[in-house]
């Protein structure tokens, strides 16, 4: 459906006065891995990314006049897609005009997603400019073979080169993007890629068992009988391997999927995981607005979000208003998958139940059968908790 612009009604609603979360998605690539679900579109000119830039702006308006940007915004994330894909200096323009939005100077939080074979000197250069102090690079692997087969646009040599490149730039945050579960990945092919990344010396790393998602290339491909992934078995070996590695490095499984250096938690991705609020723009984003509490997702056709934004409307999709039912289960949802879990007191506080009030039959058999375990006033997940979370999670709602 197509939403028309902000009645007077919305624009006259309570302002938000606490900064939230902006994320900007970039919905264009220099090739589509094979793997790859998101909303993203290969080789497109430069006149698609200057109407795209146009297209945000004009997005961002709608917001600006419903007052949720009054408040700033104490975290940025641009992911994509590649955002180092579009050429140098509409990237430049792009992230500062986003920066402009962020409250807390050098203590903001302002990450770009990089992908190696689209990083040059001169970028790197122009994200600093524009106050960018967290980079997230996605390597996947630095087995050649493996980047051919999962569709990558860049080689291992291409990797090393563009983290070098950062750090000389002056970057001293960053994240390093792995796959594992790849096909006859064996256990010492696994633990090789984990000493590599290790000696890059990241400040924050994101592991992902691949999955063929329908629609990729991958699932033609396994459709076909061409291609598999390793077994659950195998993943599961893996994951533990990279838990025991990476802790033992002194790094903190802070997530299911990501472990971090003290103190170099990615702060934007916490404030999602936490419940708190986030606006999303551009192709495909996705956001969580307040009062009323609004989820929503805006349409992934770029041409569909082009036009929309173009003659003057919201370009979303789909929304939601989410009742506290829903909100405490989703929180119940995402908490689980932080170490931290969740708060009895601050639950009580937020919602003016009790925890075992509100779930106390599936807490107490998650409890029992050791996937969830009780930590002073908290309910935290065990890695057995996180090994198995797509399987058990789905009982709090």
Request: aromatic letters at 12%; a negative charge.
């Amino acid at each position: 459906m197509s939403v028309q612009k902000a009645s007077p009604a919305e624009q006259a609603r309570p302002k938000h006065v606490r900064p939230m979360g902006l994320y900007i998605h970039i919905p264009f690539c220099m090739s589509r891995c094979y793997y790859c679900d998101f909303v993203s579109t290969a080789g497109l000119s430069r006149s698609w990314q200057t109407r795209y830039r146009d297209a945000l702006r004009k997005e961002l308006a709608f917001y600006i006049s419903g007052g949720y940007t009054d408040a700033g915004f104490d975290t940025l994330y641009i992911g994509g897609g590649t955002p180092t894909y579009l050429d140098g200096d509409l990237l430049e323009g792009i992230v500062t005009d986003f920066a402009a939005l962020l409250r807390g100077g050098d203590d903001a939080e302002f990450t770009v997603e990089a992908n190696p074979g689209t990083l040059t000197v001169q970028k790197l250069a122009a994200l600093r400019r524009a106050g960018c102090n967290r980079l997230s690079i996605g390597a996947q692997s630095f087995d050649d073979r493996y980047l051919v087969w999962l569709g990558r646009s860049h080689d291992a040599a291409a990797f090393r080169q563009a983290w070098e490149w950062a750090r000389e730039a002056g970057f001293t945050n960053m994240n390093l993007d792995l796959l594992y579960g790849l096909p006859d990945q064996f256990m010492a092919h696994w633990e090789r890629t984990l000493r590599e990344a290790l000696a890059y010396q990241p400040e924050h790393i994101s592991l992902y068992q691949l999955n063929i998602e329908p629609g990729t290339r991958l699932a033609q491909l396994a459709d076909a009988g061409q291609t598999c992934v390793a077994d659950e078995e195998n993943c599961r070996g893996q994951y533990l391997l990279a838990h025991r590695m990476l802790t033992d490095a002194g790094y903190d499984h802070y997530e299911i999927s990501n472990y971090a250096k003290a103190g170099r938690e990615s702060r934007h991705n916490l404030q999602c995981w936490r419940n708190g609020f986030y606006l999303g723009l551009g192709a495909g984003a996705a956001g969580y607005l307040p009062e009323p509490r609004l989820r929503y997702g805006n349409t992934g056709d770029l041409e569909r979000y082009l036009a929309d934004t173009e003659k003057g409307s919201k370009p979303v999709a789909e929304q939601e208003r989410i009742d506290a039912r829903l909100a405490m289960a989703e929180e119940m949802m995402l908490a689980f998958r932080l170490r931290e879990g969740v708060d009895a007191g601050g639950f009580h506080a937020r919602w003016g139940m009790e925890l075992e009030e509100a779930f106390g039959d599936a807490l107490q058999k998650h409890l029992a059968a050791g996937l969830l375990e009780k930590a002073r006033e908290s309910l935290q997940p065990t890695l057995e908790g996180w090994l198995t979370y797509n399987v058990w999670i789905p009982e709090y709602l």
